[in-house]
């Protein structure tokens, strides 16, 4: 998959694409659903199936001091799309020029004129252009007014009504990362950097690889059992594991962060990057009256995550390290 980061002086190669517009945040199935059908058109166009999407995420541009709420970094978000099959990502830059295009302006100079698309696909609940002045219909009839072709995609709902991101932020929330998967269609994931820690987990003989989930809506405080893969290096593949995501209480108030100790396991992963998928939750944060009682739960909690990551169901396979 071919990452391009702006809309002007794109190859030949990459324009013309049959591409699903959004922030796919999650790549929830929803947006598998949008892209699916931008994936038909782009066969039946002989076309380069591509996604236009927008970082920061344009609710982070206009309200920088909310609390974190995106479920997927644009690391992870990558990851996801180039799995789907996305040929060409238009990560577009939402900054105030491109805040400021008029809906017209926008499918004119960016969807026409920039990137040459020959075919659009959004949800029914698409908006777009300044002040959100555009939507789907919108959308539609400059497609024919400016000639590339526009599909209308339907809403997703699944066992636990519409799937959304909203959804999905909630579940995750209240720790109930399978019920977020069965709206993802795959493990809820966080991607990143290891930085180095303070090394407490290594003198306790639980060595933790530590990453930051900086602006992002963090899942229930607690203990997990988790699958990892490790993305780069001489370490990397698929490894089973249990992490912790909070503020580590028993060594007092610190930045919220996620710290992962990966099972028969033996390396160094400073500085590589991680995809750790979210499988079940264990159990809340504790601070415990001793070290020796906090490695017993370690213990019991390993355990327990061993037990879970054994029987996961085949719909859920660990593919390729991938999700089933």
């Known amino acids: 998959m071919r990452t391009l980061t702006f809309w002007t002086g794109l190859k030949t190669e990459d324009r013309g694409a049959s591409a699903a517009i959004g922030n796919f945040d999650g790549v929830h199935l929803g947006h598998q659903a949008v892209i699916d059908i931008a994936r038909d058109r782009a066969r039946a166009l002989g076309a380069p199936l591509g996604v236009i999407t927008f970082e920061p995420h ?7 001091e909310a ?9 992870t978000r990558q990851h996801r799309l180039e799995r789907l099959g996305v040929e060409r990502l238009y990560q577009l830059p939402f900054d105030g ?7 017209e302006r926008f499918a004119r100079e960016v969807l026409v004129e ?6 659009a696909v959004v949800g029914r609940d698409f908006r777009f252009g300044k002040g959100r002045e555009g ?6 009839r400059f497609g024919r007014e400016m000639g590339f072709g526009v599909t209308i995609a339907e809403l997703v709902h699944g066992a636990h009504g519409e799937v959304s991101s909203t959804s999905i932020r909630k579940a995750l929330s209240e720790g109930r990362p399978r019920e977020a998967a069965a709206m993802l269609g795959h493990w809820h994931r966080i991607d990143g950097e290891v930085y180095g820690g303070d090394r407490r987990g290594r003198e306790l003989g ?16 607690g203990i997990y059992a988790v699958k ?10 698929c490894y089973d594991g249990a992490a912790s995501v909070g503020v580590r209480p028993m060594f007092g108030n610190n930045q919220p962060n996620l710290e992962t100790f990966l099972f028969d396991f033996s390396g160094d992963l400073y ?19 001793s070290l020796e009682a906090l490695v017993a739960q370690m213990d019991e909690d390993c355990a327990r995550a061993r037990e879970i990551l054994a029987r996961i169901e085949p719909g859920w396979s660990w593919r390729d390290c991938a999700d089933g």
């Open 114 to 119: 920039g990137l040459g698309l020959r075919h």
């Open 58 to 64: 344009p609710r982070e541009f206009f309200h920088p």
């Open 206 to 221: 639980y060595p933790t690889a530590n990453m930051s989930i900086d602006r992002l809506h963090p899942p229930r405080f």
């Open 97 to 103: 020029r491109l805040a400021a295009l008029t809906a």
């Open 228 to 237: 990892v893969e490790v993305l780069t290096g001489p370490h990397a593949g």
């Open 67 to 75: 609390p974190p709420f995106r479920l997927m970094n644009a690391e």
């Open 135 to 140: 939507d789907a219909a919108m959308l539609e």
């Open 271 to 289: 500085g590589e990057h991680l995809s750790v998928a979210f499988i079940e939750y264990l159990r809340p944060e504790a601070k415990f009256d």
